[in-house]
């Protein structure tokens, strides 16, 4: 299996933005057997990485490999249309709020 | 400090745009630090205005703009802005000119989600600006972006909360925003209600199959401003310049210098010739003379070593040449002495609005004592009734600030007797009127010239019999015992009568 790039922009440290990046993590941890790479991008420290990869909203998540470049906006709350987006989809064990009522 | 004081100090401060009559119908500018809504149709210019906006700041006050484009990406951009002749990449290289790409991108295939912001997009501004100093944004268009993303709600918010963040960093930004109807709703998705401050809308309408361009202010919050729709022309080398019908005040002096009209006899008719700064507006039918008055009017000017302009619209160069050397005047020689300029145009070659700025920039870079318009009917033809009386207003307003006689030609439509809508629209705004007519006599058609009007001065209240031969044109003698010749109804008088109305006002009477 290739190994998966996605990059995370984000503005600073807003609820929206960790939110954002918890539900990445848990995604990945979950999906992708540990063969990833997430790079998390603050547009408000970055933002020439922003103006290069021409980012309008946030929290944007790319998918940079494997191509084609696959583009998701929104805190990524609802898990299975970011696999859905990503191009990722593998059987789903359980959703986070799920997950969530167990903790 | 008072109250009133303090009033006074915050005071609402403008940026002055530097686009050509803009800053004339806005009383000094947009409001500065604060964001104004560009609003127009398709294809009315609001992209060249926000641009302009900051060429104008580049050139003209050495401020550095961004804009952030949503809407056509930034090569084609500067492409169709080098028609214009501003180089982009050059301003880009010097960092004056910044662009924010986020045009819609064709490998752009996002799956949009909810709850997100447009906080890479405010983050890309700021930083633009804080790289650049910029004092100036355009972001163009707003309409796009709404087409892009579903959620209406969170797009109006961000918009709202950049067009803030801008405020707070004391730039001065210009939106645009596309609306479907000239004369309906200010923007479509009512942008205009969360970007509030200010609201201008440019309009491109389509008047009896003839395009007329408009600017209008509709709200500067805080500030006064011209009100009602302007005039403006997008022109090749200056982009778009805004007409100020208003600037044109009755303001000019007068001068008591006569000049003559190349016909001695008229001069005489005149009082003297006709007054330096003033407008004269010659009216007949087809092959009274009036082109010949026009060419001994400008023949007379240049040979006595006046610049002269001659602005002709009805007949090409060989022809006014031709004619010219038929009544003994050499128009090649005079133009090559520079003192002559003949222009021959079809009216239909562009806008009354772009005639009226063709003919500014020629008169400006001739600068001419006498110029003639032959024949202001023949441009009738290109404009909309309320577009021809505000060219007629610009033109004649500008020559008198700039004291040179200007002799303009209308066509009337019956060859007898009879008016022209021509001079309905400009007859107010002349100095004097000089009617050349047909005059049937008992089967026979003369010619019949009188001076209708001539503000200041004392002048000849007959009807004079001219004749037009190889030196031009000659006038003889009144018509007695005729009445009804300005009606087209010409009437022989008997002998007895004519005395008799002769005895009911005495000369002195009416000599003033």
């Given at each position: 299996m290739n190994k998966v790039i996605l990059k995370l922009y984000v503005t600073g440290k807003t609820p929206k933005s960790e939110s954002a990046i918890t539900n990445l993590r848990y995604l990945c941890e979950k999906q992708l057997d540990g063969e990833y790479e997430i790079r998390i991008i603050d547009v408000l420290e970055r933002p020439q990485l922003a103006e290069n990869e021409k980012?309008?909203?946030?929290p944007t998540l790319i998918?940079?490999?494997?191509?084609p470049i696959r583009k998701i906006i929104g805190d990524l709350t609802d898990i299975e249309k970011v696999l859905l987006g990503l191009d990722l989809q593998r059987p789903i064990f359980g959703t986070i709020e799920e997950e969530n009522k167990h903790d | 400090m008072t109250e009133s004081v303090k009033a006074k100090n915050c005071k609402l401060e403008r940026l002055e745009t530097g686009l050509p009559g803009f800053d004339h119908i806005s009383l000094g500018?947009?409001?500065?630090a604060r964001t104004t809504l560009i609003s127009g149709t398709a294809g009315s210019a609001k992209t060249i205005f926000a641009c302009q906006f900051l060429v104008e700041g580049i050139k003209k006050f050495e401020q550095s703009g961004i804009f952030v484009t949503l809407e056509e990406n930034p090569e084609d951009i500067k492409k169709n802005m080098r028609s214009f002749g501003w180089d982009i990449d050059e301003w880009e290289k010097r960092g004056k000119w910044r662009f924010v790409d986020a045009s819609f991108q064709v490998d752009d295939s996002a799956t949009i989600l909810d709850n997100y912001d447009f906080g890479a997009l405010l983050a890309r501004i700021e930083h633009a600006v804080r790289k650049t100093g910029a004092k100036r944004v355009c972001i163009d268009s707003l309409s796009t972006v709404f087409g892009r993303f579903p959620h209406q709600e969170i797009v109006r918010n961000e918009i709202f909360r950049i067009s803030s963040a801008l405020k707070s960093m004391g730039v001065t930004t210009v939106i645009t925003a596309e609306r479907?109807?000239?004369?309906?709703?200010?923007a479509r998705y009512g942008v205009e209600e969360f970007v509030t401050d200010n609201v201008i809308v440019l309009r491109n309408i389509l008047e009896g199959e003839k395009r007329r361009r408009t600017i209008e202010i509709l709200k500067l919050r805080g500030a006064s401003h011209q009100k009602g729709e302007y005039p403006f022309t997008v022109s090749e080398d200056e982009g778009l310049i805004v007409i100020p019908i208003s600037q044109i005040e009755l303001k000019q002096r007068s001068s008591d210098i006569r000049i003559s009209s190349g016909i001695s006899e008229l001069d005489n008719m005149c009082g003297g010739g006709f007054f330096r700064d003033s407008v004269i507006l010659l009216s007949g039918a087809t092959g009274t003379g009036k082109t010949l008055t026009v060419t001994q009017f400008i023949a007379h000017g240049a040979m006595s070593g006046e610049r002269s302009l001659l602005l002709a619209f009805e007949e090409s160069r060989d022809q006014l040449f031709r004619n010219a050397s038929g009544w003994g005047i050499d128009f090649e020689d005079l133009e090559r002495k520079g003192l002559l300029k003949v222009i021959c145009d079809y009216p239909e070659c562009r806008s009354l609005e772009d005639h009226l700025i063709v003919m500014k920039r020629e008169i400006e870079e001739f600068q001419p004592k006498r110029m003639a318009v032959d024949s202001v009917s023949a441009l009738e033809r290109v404009a909309t009734i309320k577009g021809f009386r505000e060219f007629i207003i610009g033109i004649s307003s500008y020559i008198k600030h700039q004291e040179i006689a200007g002799l303009f030609t209308a066509t009337t439509?019956?060859?007898?007797g009879g008016t022209s809508a021509t001079e309905t629209h400009i007859s107010t705004l002349t100095d004097s009127i000089i009617l050349l007519r047909y005059v049937e006599i008992l089967g026979e058609m003369r010619r019949g010239l009188m001076i209708l009007k001539m503000r200041g001065s004392r002048h000849d209240k007959d009807i004079r019999e001219f004749s037009i031969d190889h030196k031009g044109m000659g006038i003889g003698k009144p018509f007695r015992n005729v009445s009804g010749i300005l009606t087209g109804n010409p009437m022989q008088l008997e002998n007895a009568e004519s005395d008799r109305l002769k005895g009911l006002f005495k000369e002195e009477v009416y000599r003033i």
């Open positions: 980012i309008i909203a946030t998918r940079e490999l494997p191509p | 500018g947009l409001p500065k479907t109807n000239e004369y309906g709703e200010i439509p019956t060859l007898v």
